[in-house]
T-cell receptor
């Protein structure tokens, strides 16, 4: 069974800092990896999707990388803002069946 | 923007009552998931469908949970009888899988409280 781990569980940074969130998975046979954001009491918003053949994806201040062989992905947030405060989740899709597994999330607080 | 619509947003019910949650996937999406989120367990997959056929429901307690897709525009998750431990937020997600997986879109969830 695929296990997805996110470290750290919580992170607090001052506004303007660049930061990195980590996601690791035990089975490298993934189809793709997706990063989501979840605000308190809300649903999940997709941020970036990386197919297994890709190394990274960028959207605005966000950059996600994928290293399948080491079972790792990182989400880089540049020039953090208070509005970035949320829980960030990564999810990997299995090579077959397209079922996807979530990590436990990183709760990010950006202090003004 | 295309959205996954879930109803109701909130539901409070007494233990033993039947609960039905509904999901309208994005038009054209052929894959629908049901997830449950709790503080203790995080996001757990309950069931998912491809082209309305159930592919995996191993995450569901079969004795009380059932999931169906009566048509391509509606997915339902039913709990009968409900128990306090079923209290959680239930999310539906849909996506298009056709040779390539283009990622999934989540609904806003149904917050269920069983008292």
């Amino acid at each position: 069974k695929q296990e997805v781990t996110q470290i750290p569980a919580a992170l607090s940074v001052p506004e303007g800092e660049n930061l990195v969130l980590n996601c690791s998975f035990t089975d490298s046979a993934i189809y793709n990896l997706q990063w989501f954001r979840q605000d308190p009491g809300k649903g999940l918003t997709s941020l970036l999707l990386i197919q297994s053949s890709q190394r990274e994806q960028t959207s605005g201040r966000l950059n996600a990388s994928l290293d399948k062989s080491s079972g790792r992905s990182t989400l880089y947030i540049a020039a953090s803002q208070p509005g970035d405060s949320a829980t960030y989740l990564c999810a990997v899709t299995r090579n077959t069946g397209n079922q996807f597994y979530f990590g436990t999330g990183t709760s990010l607080t950006v202090i003004p | 923007d295309a959205r996954v619509t879930q109803t109701p947003r909130h539901k409070v019910t007494e233990m033993g009552q039947e609960v039905t949650m509904r999901c309208q996937p994005i038009l054209g999406h052929n894959t629908v998931f049901w997830y449950r989120q709790t503080m203790m367990q995080g996001l757990e997959l309950l069931a998912y469908f491809r082209n309305r056929a159930p592919l995996d429901d191993s995450g569901m307690p079969k004795d009380r949970f059932s999931a169906e897709m009566p048509d391509a525009t509606l997915a339902t998750l039913k709990i009968q009888p409900s128990e306090p431990r079923d209290s959680a937020v239930y999310f539906c997600a849909s996506g298009l899988v056709k040779g390539t997986n283009y990622g999934y879109t989540f609904g806003s969830g149904t917050r269920l409280t069983v008292v």
